[in-house]
């Protein structure tokens, strides 16, 4: 399934709007497989993703955002609160109350949604990469401080625009990832 779900990204029909080509999806294979712990696909970062394989920022939030709606990834949302304390929250449009005290609506402060994305297929090996190109991923040296940037909700509010954020973050978008998952384990 996984192989099917990066060809269905490369499929898209926004794949090409976004600069999102055969070697975006290599990159992002070889960077799965050579550059991720099993634990770290559990929280994927575009941040990373674009920084460790030289893809640009924008084509990587987007490869992320059709990533979702292919179902190879499942948003990983955390609220950070001014007050310091970190919240896993499963939508953006649903009131937290922080340790603090504070009640806040995410979607209202989206400077402090973080944003990762959970792996949702284990990684295989994709033939249809053997009938491509197969140029060289040259992978820049970074520093470690860099890779552990996450993209906020207000970064994907530039890209997706404000719609398409939503619908990423929200319930009812979860709610139809967690039916389609409950079907599919019946």
Known sequence: MYCEKLEAILNHKNSPLHNIFDNEVKKFDLFIKDHTTNFERGNLSPVKFSLTMNVDHNTSLMFYNIGVKVSLFSPVIFYKC???SQHKIFSIDEEIECDCGKLVL???????VHVYF???EPPEDCSFFDDRDQSKTQIEALDNDLLGKSSTMSDYKKVLGPNET???LTSSRNKQFEDYIRDKTK
């Not at 995410?106 to 402090?112: A, G, Q, R, S, V």
């Open 82 to 84: 001014e007050c310091g």
């Open 106 to 112: 995410p979607e209202k402060d989206p400077h402090n």
């Open 118 to 120: 959970k792996l949702m």
């Open 166 to 168: 939503t619908y990423m």
